[in-house]
């Protein structure tokens, strides 16, 4: 009865690869975020979604392309992968301005 | 543009002191104030939220913040630190009460307690 989950857990790939990373969250929220936390902790904002719709992207390579099937999943997708991909992923959501609710994170490993 | 700023980067205590880690924040109109813990190898979990009425906040594990309008900040303090408290605190803003809002992060803070 996980509230925000993601998988997989640990992702290790080679420099070119794709690579999907996907969430689902059973807390009927209707906001769904992506975030990359760097090797010193700094969480930054990549995508946001509201209803299925697209609301935040921040300045991020078009090799990342999110995608919500519907408002309790948000996948991210990777093309061509390189060594500063490297990272811990965080999916989270929330409803309205209320806070986030974390998942528990994909650590991305890129050789 | 707005931003959170978190200035002690490290605070290394014994168990049993006293904590107060800073945030600051420049936005000027109403904000939604949170602070997140992050235990070592694990997710973000909320600790306490601001959405307006005492500013005195208590959260959860004995943890508390202070919202003061005047100075844009909103410091967390727990009176008496213990080891399990080991882990990396971040202050977020919300600057607007809609989900379109993008949530702003400090840089966070590592707190190592000493047993």
């Known amino acids: 009865d996980t509230a925000v989950s993601q998988t997989p857990k640990y992702l290790v790939t080679q420099m070119g690869n794709d690579k999907s990373i996907k969430c689902e969250q059973n807390l009927g929220h209707d906001t769904m975020y992506w975030y990359k936390q760097d090797s010193k902790k700094f969480l930054k904002i990549m995508f946001s979604y509201n209803n299925k719709e697209l609301i935040i992207n921040e300045t991020v390579p078009n090799r990342f392309s999110p995608k919500s099937p519907d408002k309790a999943h948000l996948n991210l997708h990777i093309n061509s992968l390189e060594l500063g991909d490297s990272a811990v992923y965080f999916c989270a959501s929330s409803q309205e301005f209320n806070e986030q609710f974390f998942g528990p994170g994909t650590r991305l490993t890129v050789l | 543009a707005q931003s959170v700023s978190q200035h002690n980067h490290h605070v290394i205590l014994s168990e049993a002191a006293s904590l107060e880690l800073g945030c600051n924040y420049s936005y000027g109109g109403t904000v939604n104030l949170f602070w997140y813990v992050q235990y070592p190898g694990q997710h973000l979990q909320l600790l306490l939220k601001y959405f307006s009425g005492d500013p005195l906040v208590k959260g959860i594990k004995g943890f508390e913040a202070e919202f003061i309008k005047s100075k844009f900040s909103f410091n967390l303090r727990k009176p008496s630190v213990q080891w399990s408290d080991t882990a990396e605190y971040f202050c977020?803003?919300?600057?607007?009460?809609?989900?379109?809002?993008?949530?702003?992060f400090g840089s966070g803070t590592r707190l190592s307690i000493r047993p």
């Open positions: 977020a803003v919300n600057p607007g009460y809609s989900s379109a809002s993008k949530i702003i």
